[in-house]
Structures are given as structure tokens and as C-alpha cells.
């Protein structure tokens, strides 16, 4: 079966400082990998996402990066975080497009 | 452009009470997928449900239901005799054909609180 696993689960950190989240899924080749950010709001909105080792689609201009060095491994980074950055993170995968996306357990980030 | 739309920000039932939660969407393509997942205070999101567009016959699974209607683009979720344990917040997506990677556009949520 597959597992998607997404750590830390919560994070503090101070403005400026830099920002790596890890995310692997387990069981399934080639996935499509997907960074959300959940604001206080409730809103998700779609930071990252990749079809394939490399390739990286941003969807909203912003200070955090993303990099897929391997096929199941999905980071997301940040050289100096802002207080805006605060929110709650959550890694998903998918088996091919238009199918249901299944979500890590999330990390929630807090810079102070 | 692809949008969702939950108009209901929070919902508060007693038990046993029937609930729906409200979608509208906007779309330009023929072709997309609609999606209802859950979101319970732990964090994680479950999935419900995903339709294509193509198949507007509505479905039914336990308490659940979901009415689908490309006349009003509308994706409506129906809870019957609701649980303490539906307690949650409720998202709607929606993903077109023409977007790279399958991506999902969510809705804000609605949060469901269901009191004993």
C-alpha cells in the first residue's frame, strides 16, 4: 500500500531563518507531488507542484522554493522565512492527473 | 479561470439533523473533476468523493450524498442524520482537464460543527 509520510509536524522558527520540509511517498513510482499552504483563513492554496524528478511548477510568486531531487521526494525550502510564512503545510501525491491526491498529516510553521 | 465557491463559512447543527454544504464552481472546460474532502482537527485530509463531469447521476454512500447539477454548477454535499464525529471542516475542489499536473483548485471550507 502506499504511504505518504511529511515531517516535521510542527515547526518554530525565527524571521530570516531558512526553511527545508521534507515529504516521501511509499509504494508507487512516478507520482505527481503537490505542495499546499493553509492559511489561518482555512483557504488551501497551491504553492508547488511536479510531474517528474526536476520538474518543478510554481504556481504563486513567493520566497519558497521546491525541489524534487528524487522520484517520491518532495522538499520545500526557504533562504530567509517572513512572517507570512506562517501556515499550515501540507505534502499530497497523486497516482496520475485528475485523480483524488493523497495528503500528508502536515506540518504546522510558525515564525516568530 | 477555474474557481470554487463554499459560500457557507460555518455551519452548526444538533445531532441527528440533516446538513448540506453549498459548491458552486466555474469552469471553462467541458471536461473536470469535482472533489469533496474532509479535514477533521487533526489536520489530515480525507477524500469523499470525486466525479467527472460527465456523469451527473448522484451518488449515495451511508449518510452521505452528493448532488451534482452542471446546470447551476453546483456540487452540493448532503449529510443525513449528522454525528458528532462529522465534525470538521469540508472542502470542494475542482480540477480541469487543461490543467498540467491534475492540480485542485479548493474552496475556502465550510467548518461543520455538529453539538450533541
Known amino acids: 500500500s502506499q504511504t505518504i509520510h511529511q515531517w516535521p509536524a510542527t515547526l518554530v522558527q525565527p524571521v530570516g531563518s531558512p526553511l527545508s520540509l521534507e515529504c516521501t511517498v511509499e509504494?508507487?513510482?512516478?507520482?505527481?507531488l503537490y505542495w499546499y499552504r493553509q492559511a489561518a483563513g482555512r483557504g488551501l492554496q497551491l504553492l508547488f507542484y511536479?510531474?517528474?524528478?526536476?520538474?518543478i511548477s510554481s504556481e504563486v510568486p513567493q520566497n519558497l522554493s521546491a525541489s524534487r531531487p528524487q522520484d517520491r521526494q518532495f522538499i520545500l525550502s526557504s533562504k530567509k522565512l517572513l512572517l507570512s510564512d506562517s501556515g499550515f503545510y501540507l505534502c499530497?501525491?497523486?497516482?496520475?492527473?485528475?485523480?483524488?491526491?493523497?495528503f500528508g498529516s502536515g506540518t504546522q510553521l510558525s515564525v516568530l | 479561470a477555474q474557481k470554487v465557491t463554499q459560500a457557507q463559512t460555518e455551519i452548526s447543527v444538533v445531532e441527528k439533523e440533516d446538513v448540506t454544504l453549498d459548491c458552486v464552481y466555474e469552469?471553462?472546460?467541458?471536461?473536470?473533476?469535482l472533489f469533496w474532502y474532509k479535514q477533521p482537527p487533526s489536520g489530515e485530509l480525507v477524500f469523499l468523493i470525486r466525479?467527472?463531469?460527465?456523469?451527473?447521476q448522484n451518488e449515495i454512500s451511508g449518510r452521505y450524498s452528493w448532488n451534482f447539477q452542471k446546470s447551476t454548477s453546483s456540487f452540493n454535499f448532503t449529510i443525513t442524520a449528522s454525528q458528532v464525529v462529522d465534525s470538521a471542516v469540508y472542502f470542494c475542489?475542482?480540477?480541469?482537464?487543461?490543467?498540467?499536473?491534475?492540480?485542485?483548485?479548493f474552496g475556502q471550507g465550510t467548518e461543520l460543527s455538529v453539538k450533541p
Open positions: 499530497a501525491w497523486s497516482r496520475w492527473e485528475y485523480e483524488k491526491l493523497f
Open positions: 509504494g508507487t513510482s512516478n507520482p505527481n
Open positions: 511536479s510531474v517528474g524528478i526536476g520538474q
Open positions: 469552469t471553462r472546460d467541458t471536461t473536470y473533476y
Open positions: 466525479r467527472n463531469s460527465f456523469d451527473e
Open positions: 475542489a475542482l480540477s480541469e482537464a487543461g490543467n498540467q499536473g491534475g492540480k485542485l483548485i
